[in-house]
């Protein structure tokens, strides 16, 4: 029997994404796609290649009551940090809602105080190759985030804690659908600049999980999709690269390049795989990890559907857009 999914936030960037890796997971069925703004119409409505073998939107509300076996959340932080998960069922929150164990965190980096603070601890903050779900309830980590400690995280105790610097650039996909003065054409295209300096709120999760805080800047790039981290460090060891080799050695999700060749966008754009390369710069001794991602790929739906599939039992990359050469 296939395992029950109900999407919540299904119109948005990753939702949709989200829907596309069930649809094409051969153990997941849709019962419930949610929409506020959608509810009511069929799944069309969305993108008329979705036929008539899926059901109708209906509210995000009555998609969570729904019973569904997992339910994967693709709302806005504020309105993900309200949900009540129902009883037996595993639940991937892909906002931020759940992210940080300090609920005093939240009013500074998110713009709201957590009207659940007391549950955050029943959540487990999971990146399924560094720190794979505990239990149900799953946060899956932002996408700045993923890449960054993907970089960081393995060789946290061995660089200066002191002085980390993540450089970060991404697609436009990853400031949502909804329609923004910084998202308009006219601002994006043929224009490179930072955004959130000093204040984005993917900074304090990294620094949560890797022990220290880390300088993040983020810019944005005039293409759709994909993002691309350059972190810098001070190395107190020069066995990095064993250990990225021994963490990575048995992951399908992340790619561990060769000497001298640098992650790209084009190869990681609607994957769900990560490139990762460690480099020396010549004239400092500083360590640089390049990682780059798809966003909406392992950076929300795929890395989510992986989680599930690690909390459900199920194999870790079915339905992940893993393959692909040239495209
Ligand atoms: N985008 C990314 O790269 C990314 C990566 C990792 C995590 N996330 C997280 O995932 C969550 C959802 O992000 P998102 O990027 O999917 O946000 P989004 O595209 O702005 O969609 C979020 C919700 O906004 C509503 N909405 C607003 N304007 C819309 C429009 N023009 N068309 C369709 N729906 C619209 C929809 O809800 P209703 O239909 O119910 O009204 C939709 O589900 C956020 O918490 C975000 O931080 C996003």
Redesign the pocket.
């Known amino acids: 029997m296939p395992v029950t999914v109900a999407i919540?936030?299904?119109?948005?960037?990753?939702?949709?994404?989200a829907l596309d890796r069930v649809l094409a997971h051969p153990e997941l069925e849709v019962v419930a796609l949610?929409?506020?703004?959608?509810?009511g119409r069929p799944a069309h409505a969305?993108d008329v290649r979705l036929n008539g073998n899926l059901p109708s939107?209906v509210?995000?509300e009555e998609a969570l009551d729904t019973g569904a076996e997992l339910v994967l959340?693709?709302?806005?932080?504020e309105?993900?940090a309200t949900l009540e998960p129902p009883a037996d069922t595993v639940v991937v929150?892909?906002?931020?809602?759940h992210r940080l164990a300090d609920a005093e965190l939240y009013p500074a980096w998110y713009g709201f105080e957590h009207p659940r603070p007391g549950t955050l601890s029943s959540w487990s903050y999971a990146l399924p190759e560094l720190w794979p779900p505990t239990g149900p309830l799953v946060a899956?980590?932002?996408?700045y985030a993923?890449a960054a400690l993907l970089a960081l995280a393995p060789l946290a105790d061995l660089v200066e804690p002191t002085g980390v610097v993540v450089d970060a650039k991404?697609?436009v996909?990853?400031?949502?659908?909804?329609?923004k003065a910084s998202s308009h054409a006219g601002f994006v295209l043929e224009n490179v600049a930072p955004y959130r300096v000093g204040s984005h709120?993917h900074a304090p999760e990294i620094g949560q999980a890797l022990g220290f805080p880390v300088c993040f800047v983020p810019h944005l790039l005039p293409v759709r999709?994909g993002?691309l981290v350059t972190c810098y460090a001070q190395a107190t060891d020069d066995d990095l690269r064993s250990r990225l080799e021994d963490a990575y050695a048995d992951a399908a999700a992340v790619r561990l390049l060769p000497d001298d060749v640098a992650p790209e966008l084009a190869r990681i754009q609607g994957t769900d795989v990560a490139e990762l390369a460690l480099f020396e710069d010549r004239a400092t001794g500083r360590t640089i990890v390049v990682c780059a991602l798809?966003?909406?790929g392992k950076?929300?739906?795929g890395?989510a559907v992986q989680n599930a599939n690690l909390a459900l039992g199920l194999p870790e990359t079915a339905g992940l857009r893993l393959g692909g050469v040239l495209v």
């Open positions: 919540l936030g299904t119109a948005g960037y990753a939702g949709q994404e949610g929409s506020d703004s959608l509810s969305l939107f509210s995000n959340a693709c709302l806005g932080h309105d993900a929150d892909l906002s931020g809602a899956n980590p932002g996408c993923t991404s697609g996909s990853g400031a949502g659908r909804s329609l709120q999709r993002l798809d966003n909406l950076g929300a739906a890395q």
